[in-house]
């Protein structure tokens, strides 16, 4: 396996190649848009004659590459004194309009775009010489201002693809898979690119219709992405987008069954449809009809194990599913029991053979990268801010106090849905007075005001998915007291706002810009932002990753991130009071005691001629505080979190094995290990190392014996040499002596 890098991927060498076209915007009603991009057209231009700027302006156009022919559409003499205007009998019933044009003054400041031929075109609306766009230019007679103004307009800043992107594109490219898979999952994680890598497959594997559905407030950064993807060659054909919100999707499937039939479709956040409830099935089943689907989701597997079950039916590997196990009751918080410390259920994709057989059908079928668990962290950390996590506990308000456990109307009824869930932790997030309804009481408010200031810098984002009761407020309160410029990003904003919005807090015009459930997934908070504040627990550990992913983006931009402040982020909790309330407190217990026919009822002790008291209020209420272990919503809501997630968590590492895009992380592979109940990958590398550190030893030491053993062959050899040489001398000596000895001997006695 090639390693991964995030940078580029592009070679020293790569000659840099511009990319132009052109976006024609067919239809834009907010939770709809349709875009169709013409990668070459030809060009009329308005011109007259004599005009030394329209014969600039053509000689401009004919040197872009994206223009195939160049028509000069003569509008006579252009006489400046008396304005009088001489015309051909072409295009009779466009001549009004020409002539006011000319009058103005503006003859080459206008350039008609026109349809090629069919074929290079992929829709019978247009046939050859149609006009598709017009272009402005500005008042000058110099090439060089036109030459920029139409490379501004015509030239694309086309994408480059990351090293993981591109592994992506390889993945499933025409190589490995001739004909695409019925259905993709798209798992990068949060803030890694999916919306760019799903656009650059879509493009390679050069299709030239593309469905795409999103979440309404997504679809002005899905139209950005769009026009950043350059077609591959001057001669590509044109290609449609089309992008849905998810209920204008739904509409549009409930008119033509067929809308999907013979296209690629990319589904932004598909844990959407995970339910597999009656309202999403049309939807499915008209994507299953695509050619294929891409999956995009951050967090595949989120509140249950049974989520998966949508991205099988979605994949066609729908004959996996398993049955539904004796005691599984429903799916998300339905099956956790009517508590919050209920039991967990069964899990049907708990047994070891169901998860290998998964494996072996998933795999290759699955594209997963999380720069947290692939790169290194000095990589990471280049592109990628960090973060710092805290919790702040603070105590309940009397008055929400008193509409948890009084007001009937706001007490969970066990059912576990969504909907009674929210209603019942909204009276955490705050509640309005009963008689006078602009008066809210939140413990939060005061919390997060003092966070705000204790981060001291900006910008900051502020997420509750209770808007009217807490934001609202909160907005008003933030702005009193610390000046700053606050907005609100929520349902009720209008479609065509949100993206300039974004666009604004980007820019760092915003200092403190607040979220509620519209803007928890997808968004790009592309500056660098200091403060996440997140009001309450979510519902699901997954749904808390989505909301930290709005701030923690990739970075183009290497920094040293290891040195700037971390982007702190905050989670609050309320626990119920300890101290004793306030004046107004009590008034208010009074007041809902006295006046409230609704929670008569509800309060113990309480008849015709009952006089309320503060004191037995606040009784009472600490009787029901202990009744629930003196623990609330909120407090148990992070435990059965973890609970699921543990629960959960065995399916995301079967994701992160089947997928062949970047090299499956240590960590999972152990994992996977465990589950299948064999030895760690990690484990028999870390033997293998012993084992090879062991003989590497053992090999030094024969190394270093043998070594040992030539230098004392050498020691003995010199001393051996030296000894044969003191022999030698000696012998020599003796020699010598015997020779002086005779001679002596010759000497005394001579013959």
């Known amino acids: 396996m090639a390693e991964y890098q995030m940078a580029e991927s592009t070679t020293p060498r790569e000659k840099k190649r511009e990319h132009f076209g052109y976006f024609e915007e067919i239809e834009n009603s907010g939770n709809y848009v349709s875009l169709r991009r013409w990668a070459s057209f030809g060009a009329r231009v308005l011109a007259c004659e004599g005009c030394a700027a329209c014969d600039a302006l053509e000689k401009t156009l004919k040197s872009l590459p994206c223009v195939l022919w160049v028509e000069r559409r003569s509008m006579g003499a252009l006489k400046v004194d008396s304005m009088d205007v001489k015309v051909d009998a072409m295009n009779m019933d466009r001549m009004e309009s020409i002539s006011k044009k000319i009058k103005n003054g503006v003859c080459h400041r206008t350039i008609e ?38 490379m501004s307009d015509l030239r694309i800043k086309a994408f480059k693809p990351l090293a993981h992107q591109t592994a992506y594109g390889q993945q499933f490219g025409e190589a490995a898979w001739p004909k695409l898979p019925r259905g993709i999952l798209l798992g990068f994680g949060l803030g890694s690119g999916k919306t760019h890598a799903a656009l650059h497959l879509a493009l390679l594997r050069g299709e030239r219709d593309l469905l795409i559905v999103c979440a309404v407030s997504l679809i002005g950064q899905w139209k950005q992405s769009v026009v950043m993807h350059a077609p591959l060659s001057p001669e590509a054909p044109t290609t449609e987008f089309e992008i849905f919100g998810y209920s204008h999707f739904s509409d549009a499937i409930s008119r033509d069954r067929n809308l999907v039939s013979g296209r690629m479709a990319i589904v932004d956040e598909a844990h959407f449809f995970k339910n597999l409830n009656k309202a999403a099935l049309p939807s499915i089943e008209a994507l299953r009809l695509s050619t294929c689907v891409q999956l995009l989701t951050g967090t595949p597997v989120r509140n249950d194990s049974r989520d998966l079950d949508f991205i099988l039916v979605m994949l066609g590997l729908q004959n996996l599913i398993p049955k539904e196990l004796e005691g599984e009751a429903g799916r998300g918080d339905a ?21 290998r057989n998964l494996l072996n059908h998933l795999r290759g079928r699955v594209a997963l990268y999380n720069p947290e668990y692939c790169e290194p962290f000095e990589k990471y950390a280049e592109h990628y801010p960090q973060i710092e996590e805290r919790v702040h506990v603070h105590e309940l308000s009397w008055q929400q106090t008193a509409e948890r456990f009084i007001n009937g109307g706001g007490v969970s009824t066990g059912s576990g849905k969504s909907g009674g869930l929210l209603r019942h932790l909204s009276i955490f997030a705050a509640v309005r007075d009963p008689i006078d309804k602009s008066v809210v009481y939140s413990s939060k408010n005061a919390a997060v005001l003092a966070d705000i200031k204790r981060v001291g810098r900006f910008p900051q984002v502020v997420y509750s998915r209770f808007k009217e009761n807490l934001l609202q407020p909160l907005k008003l309160l933030i702005e009193s007291e610390l000046g700053v410029k606050v907005e ?69 931009v290497k920094r040293d991130w290891a040195n700037v402040p971390k982007i702190q982020v905050v989670k609050y909790v309320a626990k119920y009071p300890l101290t004793e309330p306030d004046q107004s407190a009590r008034v208010f217990l009074v007041n809902m005691i006295m006046k409230i026919p609704a929670v008569v009822s509800g309060f113990k002790g309480r008849k015709e001629t009952f006089n309320a008291d503060a004191k037995l209020i606040v009784k009472y209420l600490r009787e029901c505080i202990e009744d629930e272990g003196c623990k609330t919503d909120e407090e148990t809501t992070a435990k059965r979190n973890d609970q699921k997630y543990m629960r959960t968590r065995p399916l995301d590492v079967l994701l992160w094995m089947a997928s062949t895009t970047v090299k499956t992380p240590e960590k999972f592979e152990d994992e996977w290990a465990v589950m299948m109940g064999v030895e760690r990958p990690s484990e028999l590398r870390a033997k293998a190392e012993i084992v090879k550190e062991e003989e590497k030893k053992k090999e030094q030491g024969e190394k270093k014996k043998r070594k040992c053993e030539e230098e004392e062959r050498k020691i003995m050899y010199w001393k051996n040499r030296e000894l044969r040489k003191e022999l030698k001398i000696e012998k020599r000596k003796g020699i010598e002596e015997r020779k002086a000895e005779r001679l002596l001997a010759h000497k005394l006695h001579p013959k």
């Open 488 to 556: 609100q990003l929520d349902g009720s904003t209008p479609a065509k706002m949100r993206q300039p919005l974004l666009n604004r807090f980007n820019a760092g015009k915003i200092d403190v810009l607040l979220i509620c459930a519209v803007g928890s997934e997808g968004l790009d908070l592309n500056v660098q932002v200091e403060g996440l504040h997140i009001l309450e627990p979510q519902r699901n550990v997954p749904e808390a990753q989505q909301i930290v992913g709005r701030v923690v983006r990739y970075s183009k």
């Open 335 to 355: 099956a956790w029991g009517k508590n919050l410390n209920g039991a967990a259920p069964p899990d049907p994709y708990g047994s070891k053979g169901v998860r």
């Open 113 to 150: 775009l026109l349809a090629p031929s069919s074929k290079f075109s992929c829709c019978d609306v247009y046939k050859k010489g149609d006009i598709i766009g017009s272009l402005t230019m500005p008042i000058t007679d110099l090439a060089s201002v036109f030459h920029r103004v139409l």
